[in-house]
């Protein structure tokens, strides 16, 4: 029998990755499913479901040419799965007809696809025999060429005609691990110094980032339970300086992050700043997740479990110098890191995100002192959660004046408009920034 490097069948790993498909596909986050898989099985699990949803338009438009009529949904899952591991010889995990062995064993041990298993073996045996002639029938189709919704080229296309297929190459790749150094506890160099005694290669990133050159557990990262770093993209590093900038000066800010969990920029804020600082989330259980957060770093916010839009039911009436608004949004910027996104939203979720994110700054801004500043920003690289949004909130506030800010950062490129000097000169996420001044008059 097959075995992993943990001693754990693979049939029984495809199993569990067929499972988490049919999770997303029913709707259910990548990540929620995977936490459910029991933990033995979890690492090996996370990793093949990663690269599967990497390649599922490529997968699906395989299996439409081995079987135009769709199985059953636990066999469909299950064939999916193995194409999208099989279907390009250097990104295999396994050799060829190990993956077949494996997925057909798979498919025999589990009650819902035995009678499928003879079938999936035809199928899959076919690929192996026709490969390339499938794999080249299949480019035609732009989702299994590019691995995402056909809504979501067009809507790339429209935003960025010169940079949508630098963006979609982009999620195609293992995003890089970034650590973001405490300053309240080390240095930059500081740290550098501290991973190469340990033997661990990085390199910095801005003025607190740190890049792994291999990502690793949390556990195992020097300093990490004690506080000294934080897991943070490069891009999401930028908030906090870029809302802080010019108001250091005063150690009594009020500051604000509206929709805050899991705790990051929050904490980012506390480590760069004495500001008295608001944690909002609208989920409780979130909110324990700023908590933890902050335990770990030796930070303390008033956090509080309420919906940011709902001022009545949170807000004590005394004005913010600072809002931070890092608004619910389509993820689009970071579906590297979380692959699923792109199969869960629908084209009418970008509608309903953007009106739920005119709503918060149409509502947070009069929260606002005079003088004050509000950053608005979003992971994603649709300009309809980004530019679009910032554009139209603009002609309808007269107090709002835009600061330089970074606009939207396009994952991989560099790529950004209206540049701020601390812009991240690595590989980051895509992200959007727009800071707002209100005047007084």
């Given at each position: 029998?097959?075995?992993?490097?943990?001693?754990l069948?693979?049939?029984?790993?495809?199993q569990?990755v067929?499972g988490?498909?049919?999770?997303v596909r029913?709707g259910?986050s990548?990540?929620?499913?995977?936490?459910?898989?029991p933990?033995?099985?979890?690492?090996?699990?996370?990793?093949?479901?990663?690269?599967?949803?990497?390649?599922l338009?490529?997968?699906?438009?395989?299996?439409?040419?081995?079987?135009p009529?769709?199985p059953?949904?636990?066999?469909d899952a299950?064939?999916?799965?193995?194409?999208a591991?099989?279907?390009?010889d250097?990104?295999a995990?396994?050799e060829?007809?190990?993956l077949v062995?494996?997925?057909?064993?798979?498919?025999k041990?589990a009650?819902?696809t035995?009678?499928?298993a003879?079938f999936l073996n035809?199928c899959?045996?076919?690929?192996?025999?026709?490969?390339i002639?499938?794999?080249?029938?299949?480019d035609?189709?732009?989702v299994?060429?590019?691995?995402?919704?056909?809504w979501?080229?067009?809507?790339l296309?429209?935003?960025w005609p010169d940079n949508?297929?630098?963006?979609?190459s982009?999620a195609?790749?293992?995003a890089?691990m970034?650590?973001?150094?405490?300053?309240?506890?080390?240095?930059?160099a500081a740290?550098?110094?501290?991973?190469?005694a340990a033997?661990?290669?990085?390199?910095p990133v801005?003025?607190?980032?740190?890049v792994l050159?291999?990502?690793?557990?949390?556990?195992?990262?020097?300093g990490?339970?004690q506080?000294?770093?934080?897991?943070?993209?490069?891009a999401?590093?930028?908030?906090?300086?870029?809302?802080?900038?010019?108001l250091?000066a005063?150690s009594?800010l009020?500051v604000?992050?509206?929709c805050?969990?899991?705790?990051g920029k929050?904490?980012?804020?506390?480590e760069?700043?004495d500001?008295?600082?608001?944690?909002?989330?609208?989920d409780?259980?979130?909110?324990?997740?700023?908590h933890?957060?902050l335990?770990?770093?030796?930070?303390?916010?008033?956090?509080?479990?309420?919906?940011?839009a709902d001022?009545r039911?949170?807000?004590?009436?005394?004005?913010?110098?600072?809002i931070?608004?890092d608004?619910?949004?389509?993820?689009?910027?970071?579906?590297r890191r979380?692959?699923?996104i792109?199969w869960?939203r629908?084209?009418?979720?970008?509608?309903?995100?953007?009106?739920?994110?005119?709503r918060l700054?149409?509502v947070l801004?009069p929260l606002v002192?005079?003088g004050g500043?509000?950053?608005y920003?979003?992971?994603?690289?649709f300009q309809?959660?980004?530019?679009?949004?910032l554009?139209?909130?603009?002609?309808?506030?007269?107090?709002a004046?835009?600061?330089?800010s970074p606009?939207?950062?396009?994952?991989?490129t560099?790529?950004?408009?209206n540049?701020?000097i601390d812009n991240?000169g690595?590989?980051?996420?895509g992200?959007y920034?727009?800071l707002?001044e209100?005047?007084?008059?």
């Amino acid at each position: 029998m097959f075995t992993t490097e943990s001693q754990l069948p693979l049939w029984r790993q495809l199993q569990v990755v067929s499972g988490v498909l049919q999770a997303v596909r029913h709707g259910q986050s990548g990540t929620a499913a995977i936490d459910a898989v029991p933990v033995a099985l979890r690492p090996g699990v996370q990793a093949l479901s990663f690269q599967v949803l990497r390649s599922l338009g490529r997968a699906q438009a395989l299996r439409k040419l081995l079987a135009p009529k769709t199985p059953p949904p636990a066999a469909d899952a299950l064939l999916c799965v193995a194409l999208a591991l099989l279907w390009r010889d250097d990104d295999a995990p396994y050799e060829a007809f190990t993956l077949v062995n494996q997925t057909v064993e798979a498919a025999k041990k589990a009650p819902a696809t035995k009678p499928q298993a003879a079938f999936l073996n035809a199928c899959l045996r076919r690929f192996l025999r026709e490969r390339i002639a499938m794999v080249t029938a299949s480019d035609a189709d732009p989702v299994a060429r590019w691995n995402h919704p056909a809504w979501w080229l067009e809507m790339l296309q429209g935003d960025w005609p010169d940079n949508w297929q630098t963006i979609l190459s982009a999620a195609a790749q293992h995003a890089p691990m970034v650590l973001r150094v405490n300053a309240r506890r080390s240095t930059q160099a500081a740290y550098l110094e501290t991973l190469r005694a340990a033997g661990i290669a990085a390199t910095p990133v801005g003025q607190w980032g740190v890049v792994l050159e291999k990502p690793m557990s949390v556990q195992q990262i020097p300093g990490f339970a004690q506080g000294s770093v934080s897991v943070q993209d490069g891009a999401a590093q930028l908030a906090a300086p870029l809302l802080l900038s010019g108001l250091q000066a005063n150690s009594t800010l009020r500051v604000l992050d509206a929709c805050a969990a899991p705790g990051g920029k929050t904490a980012h804020l506390l480590e760069l700043s004495d500001a008295r600082v608001t944690a909002l989330d609208i989920d409780p259980a979130r909110c324990q997740r700023i908590h933890q957060t902050l335990a770990r770093l030796g930070l303390q916010a008033d956090v509080i479990a309420a919906d940011a839009a709902d001022t009545r039911s949170w807000w004590n009436g005394e004005a913010f110098d600072a809002i931070l608004l890092d608004a619910p949004c389509s993820a689009s910027g970071i579906v590297r890191r979380h692959p699923d996104i792109r199969w869960l939203r629908r084209k009418t979720d970008i509608a309903q995100l953007a009106a739920i994110q005119q709503r918060l700054l149409t509502v947070l801004w009069p929260l606002v002192k005079p003088g004050g500043r509000l950053l608005y920003c979003t992971c994603s690289v649709f300009q309809a959660e980004g530019a679009h949004q910032l554009n139209a909130f603009l002609a309808c506030n007269t107090q709002a004046v835009l600061l330089p800010s970074p606009g939207h950062l396009l994952p991989l490129t560099g790529a950004h408009f209206n540049a701020a000097i601390d812009n991240p000169g690595c590989d980051h996420d895509g992200f959007y920034y727009a800071l707002l001044e209100k005047t007084c008059a």
